[in-house]
């Protein structure tokens, strides 16, 4: 299936403080523009993927966007896998389309957490809310404490994920954090969970973004960019909960990367950009070793030296991440790559052609892989 | 309409245990797994025969943070506190307290010091002590 399927339009509502949408509302404004984008006419759309949101959890919620869209697509459902979600929807939908069982799906995330409920963010964890161990921040602590303890990773390293977050939002006119920050205030933010200092801690943020999944041989349309073709995907679930995984510094995302890069046929070294979920900073670190980018307990030395900056032999999340961008659970990332590799990037990788994109779920229970090639 | 069945609370049967001062794990009858949290079934072999079993005591740290936020308002006058990950010597792992640890690191070598409601705190143990917590 390499190249069989591409992406043929984006689209994102703005993100930050949306009060008074419900995020079907975004949904619908993201899918409008996605449909725009790709020069479809709408009811073109045969295949629906609608993530879940976390702040307005309802039954058959894919369903209720359908009916939004004015749409009866013969393919339709809603998927909950947390921040992996949007990739694993555009998995599915190139799977329908290779099955024959659609031709044009549109994958569609819209969340409302900052104005909304941010319940599931904040929610005691099972039965253990008598210690205060609360929110999904204490799992990704206790797995940063972790990865500390073994490897002897600093906060000054988790420190430069963030700083490369922020450098690259500042370039970012969508991006909601647009101040670039240097190592020694991202020392100086306060401590929310130690060893997380604020600036390790993703935006929250209502939002929306879409996108339009189709045949890569399609018939062009008149005025539309060129598809992106999708090389490779994979997924990876290591499921259980922080307080039960044997390793906490080892994740499936070891399963998903091979998987995507097996079907891509290529490997990390191929790779020019990458877009990977960062919704604290420990995570792009752990998600780059289990990757193979460099070995497990290595990844705080990767990062250092401007090598995930701009210019750097890796730049990431280079429309700012979830540090920077919008704390939306990941369907910007995949927009931001599409960006790279139509070279509209706000921070473009000269002569990139091979893009790397992650989700990831949880507290990296779930984990989702893609590569774009242009 | 009739009322929907209650459904046995596992978590709630292995809370009021610690209330009474008893840190238990469930123990399967047809493979021998020993796990938390409580679940009605084994996770490895799937079977529905296990019973609650007393824990020894003896515990390692895997991790720990420390809140300096109050993400509920009860625990404002608690803020820093710590919240560790330790594995108990029988192979569960469990969210607990420390008591008397001010320096931890990784592995290092804990037993349970006391319970309090239905927390248990776990303190370090003794280098010459194999098992039982000073009261």
Redesign the interface.
């Given at each position: 299936m390499r190249g069989r399927h591409a992406i043929a339009g984006i689209g994102q509502t703005a993100y930050g403080k949306l009060a008074g949408r419900s995020t079907i509302s975004l949904n619908v404004e993201a899918a409008r523009a996605a449909i725009a984008d790709a020069g479809i006419e709408k009811d073109a759309i045969d295949a629906l993927y609608v993530k879940t949101p976390t702040s307005d959890f309802t039954q058959l919620y894919g369903a209720k966007v359908a009916a939004a869209l004015g749409l009866q697509p013969a393919v339709l459902g809603s998927w909950d896998q947390g921040g992996a979600s949007t990739i694993s929807m555009i998995a599915m939908a190139a799977m329908a389309i290779e099955a024959g069982q659609a031709s044009v799906a549109l994958v569609t995330v819209a969340d409302n957490p900052r104005t909304g409920s941010r319940h599931a963010y904040e929610r005691p964890a099972g039965g253990d809310d008598a210690y205060g161990w609360i929110g999904v921040i204490g799992g990704y602590a206790m797995i940063a404490r972790r990865h500390m303890e073994e490897f002897g990773t600093s906060s000054e390293q988790l420190a430069a994920v963030a700083v490369a977050a922020r450098r690259h939002g500042a370039g970012n006119p969508g991006a909601q954090l647009r101040k670039p920050i240097a190592v020694a205030d991202h020392q100086a933010s306060p401590l929310v969970v130690d060893p997380f200092h604020r600036d390790d801690c993703c935006l929250v943020s209502d939002g929306g973004a879409a996108l339009i999944v189709t045949a890569a041989d399609a018939a062009p349309r008149e005025g539309a960019p060129a598809p992106i073709p999708i090389l490779g995907f994979g997924q990876g679930n290591t499921a259980w909960d922080v307080a039960l995984r044997p390793e906490l510094t080892a994740t499936a995302a070891t399963v998903s990367g091979a998987t995507a890069f097996r079907m891509a046929g290529i490997g990390p070294g191929d790779v020019d950009v990458a877009q990977l979920y960062d919704s604290f900073s420990i995570v792009p670190l752990m998600t780059l070793e289990d990757y193979g980018f460099c070995r497990k307990g290595e990844g705080g030395d990767w990062v250092g030296g401007g090598r995930v900056e701009r210019g750097g032999e890796l730049p990431l999340n280079t429309s700012g991440g979830l540090l920077s961008e919008s704390g939306i659970p990941g369907p910007q990332l995949v927009l931001e790559g599409v960006r790279q590799l139509r070279g509209e990037s706000p921070n473009p990788v000269p002569g990139a052609s091979v893009c790397l994109v992650s989700g990831q779920g949880g507290t990296m229970q779930t984990h989702a892989t893609l590569v774009l090639g242009g | 309409m009739t009322d929907a069945a209650p459904q046995r609370d596992l978590?709630a049967e292995?809370?009021d245990a610690l209330g009474r001062g008893s840190l238990t794990f469930a123990r399967c009858a047809s493979c021998g797994l020993a796990w938390l949290?409580p679940r009605a079934e084994c996770p490895r072999c799937l079977g529905p025969d296990w019973s609650w079993e007393e824990a020894g005591g003896r515990a390692k740290l895997?991790?720990?943070?420390?809140?300096?936020?109050a993400?509920?308002e009860d625990?404002t006058a608690?803020i820093?506190?710590t919240?560790a990950?330790v594995e108990l010597a029988e192979g569960p792992?469990?969210?607990?307290?420390l008591h008397n640890v001010p320096q931890p690191?990784?592995?290092q070598p804990l037993q349970l010091s006391h319970t309090e409601?239905?927390?248990a705190f776990f303190c370090p143990t003794p280098p010459s002590m194999g098992r039982k917590p000073d009261a």
């Open positions: - | 978590v292995w809370q949290p895997i991790s720990w943070v420390v809140y300096h936020r993400y509920r625990l608690a820093p506190y919240v990950l792992r469990m969210i607990g307290a690191r990784a592995d409601g239905t927390k």
